[in-house]
């Protein structure tokens, strides 16, 4: 029974429904695999290394890059989720940020408001069990038109983000 956890354990377990399991599997997610990459990725960055390794085993650029915005949209998504729930339901921030992702990450727990969920409240929901479980990627991948393959090579741009 989640309602009787702390919220130090139930901030955990929305960390862990939202990396979810291994891919291949029916839970939804990002992935433990896009996880994995994603922390190679930024381990890599800060050690100044110039390829992104692990094990002896190298990770393309294109592939962390994927990990990237697997993430950046799944976080978008569940942003815009919990800020529509946080609108048209009363409950706590907490609540809803946990029905949103156990919902996105198909995993069935709840903190017990879910049956008291407006109609909006419950399309959301549902909509979030749908994107999680196709993943966010394929959702894109299914939307967006490839753009055509462009011969140029533009100069590169140093531009500061510190």
């Known amino acids: 029974n989640f309602t009787l956890t702390s919220k130090p354990t139930s901030i ?24 994995f990459i994603l922390l190679v990725f930024v381990y890599s960055y800060i050690r100044n ?15 962390a890059l994927r990990a990237l915005v697997k993430f950046f949209v799944s976080v978008s998504i569940l942003s815009i989720a919990i800020f529509i729930l946080s609108i048209f339901e009363n409950a706590s921030l907490l609540d809803i940020s946990f029905e949103c992702v156990s919902a996105f990450g198909t995993v069935g727990l709840s903190l017990g408001i879910t049956p008291y969920l407006t109609d909006i409240g419950k399309i959301t929901i549902i909509l979030l069990m749908f994107i999680g479980r196709v993943t966010p990627l394929a959702i894109l991948y299914s939307i967006i038109k490839e753009a055509p393959k462009d011969n140029v090579q533009y100069p590169d741009e140093n531009i500061s983000i510190i």
């Open 49 to 63: 290394k110039n390829a992104c390794s692990i094990y002896n085993r190298s990770i393309s650029i294109s592939l």
């Open 12 to 35: 955990f377990g929305m960390f862990l429904m939202f990396v979810g399991s291994a891919p291949g599997s029916t839970a939804g997610g990002i992935k433990v695999t896009t996880f």
